[in-house]
Nanobody, 116 residues
Framework: QVQLVESGGGLVQTGGSLRLSCAASGRSFSSYAMGWFRQAPGKEREFVAVISGSGSIRSYADSVKGRFSIARENAKNTVYLQMNNLEPEDTATYYC?????????WGQGTQVTVSS
């Protein structure tokens, strides 16, 4: 069973930056797309970014384009989310996501809080 473990969340001021990491267990990491989602209190979980297995294809939610960047290091089974110019609206729990054997897999989440 693949496990996803996020880290890197914290408290930051408006305009600041954070880098989230997600370490995945298991084999064949480079064969699978990886994504980030987030969920703010009282709101539904929403898509943030996704990256293909090779890293050549990336896609972002409109709300984070130009501010967030997703990357992966397949040799370390890790995917990253670099978040710049953070806004209070980015406050949420951020979850790492992938699909394996038709199953949706989620990490435990890491909290990001942006103060105004």
């Amino acid at each position: 069973q693949v496990q996803l473990v996020e880290s890197g969340g914290g408290l930051v001021q408006t305009g600041g930056s954070l880098r989230l990491s997600c370490a995945a267990s298991g084999r064949s990491f480079s064969s699978y797309a990886m994504g980030w989602f987030r969920q703010a209190p009282g709101k539904e979980r929403e898509f943030v970014a996704v990256i293909s297995g090779s890293g050549s294809i990336r896609s972002y939610a409109d709300s984070v384009k130009g501010r967030f960047s997703i990357a992966r290091e397949n040799a370390k089974n890790t995917v990253y989310l670099q978040m710049n110019n953070l806004e209070p609206e980015d406050t949420a729990t951020y979850y790492c996501y992938t699909v394996r054997s038709f199953q949706n897999l989620w990490g435990q989440g890491t909290q990001v809080t942006v103060s105004s």
